[in-house]
């Protein structure tokens, strides 16, 4: 397991997700697609204990979105925080995230991450 890292990734509309073989679909208000990534998360058996601690809408790459904090525990029990953005754009889902140990490092480099987020853009 990384200790911290960032992610950016895409999912297709209409492609299975994978823990709760749920989809996105073409048009979605973003309040409806963070509820998926709610569920695909709560469905990870990875993450235990997920507690909720921001569900807003939030512009992402200029588009309305979302952002999702919450922490859990992993398998090994470390506490975990993740900032969680997403947006629909066409065909996609887009997720930006940042995990770090909740306690310190979370905090420690979250400016450092929301700088990468701003620079987040789609072609």
Same mark, same amino acid.
């Given at each position: 397991?990384?200790?911290?890292?960032?992610?950016? %990734?895409?999912?297709?509309?209409?492609?299975?997700?994978?823990?709760? +073989?749920? +989809?996105?679909? +073409?048009?979605?208000? &973003?309040?409806?697609?963070?509820?998926?990534? !709610?569920? @695909?998360?709560?469905?990870?058996?990875?993450?235990?204990? =997920?507690?909720?601690? @921001?569900?807003? &809408?939030?512009?992402?790459?200029? !588009? &309305?979105?979302? +952002?999702?904090?919450?922490?859990?525990?992993? @398998?090994?029990?470390?506490? !975990?925080?993740?900032?969680?953005?997403?947006? *629909?754009?066409?065909? /996609?889902?887009?997720?930006?995230?940042?995990?770090? &140990?909740?306690?310190?490092? #979370?905090?420690?480099? !979250?400016?450092? #991450? %929301? /700088? =990468?987020?701003?620079?987040?853009? *789609?072609?």
């Amino acid at each position: 397991m990384e200790l911290q890292n960032i992610k950016i %990734e895409r999912v297709g509309v209409g492609q299975n997700l994978k823990h709760t +073989k749920k +989809k996105f679909a +073409k048009g979605m208000l &973003p309040q409806d697609v963070a509820t998926l990534e !709610l569920d @695909e998360v709560r469905s990870d058996q990875g993450m235990r204990n =997920v507690e909720m601690l @921001e569900n807003v &809408p939030f512009q992402v790459a200029g !588009l &309305p979105g979302f +952002k999702l904090i919450y922490t859990f525990r992993a @398998e090994s029990g470390l506490r !975990l925080k993740r900032a969680h953005y997403g947006v *629909l754009v066409r065909d /996609r889902v887009y997720r930006v995230q940042y995990q770090a &140990p909740a306690r310190y490092y #979370f905090d420690k480099d !979250l400016a450092t #991450f %929301e /700088r =990468v987020r701003e620079s987040f853009r *789609l072609l």
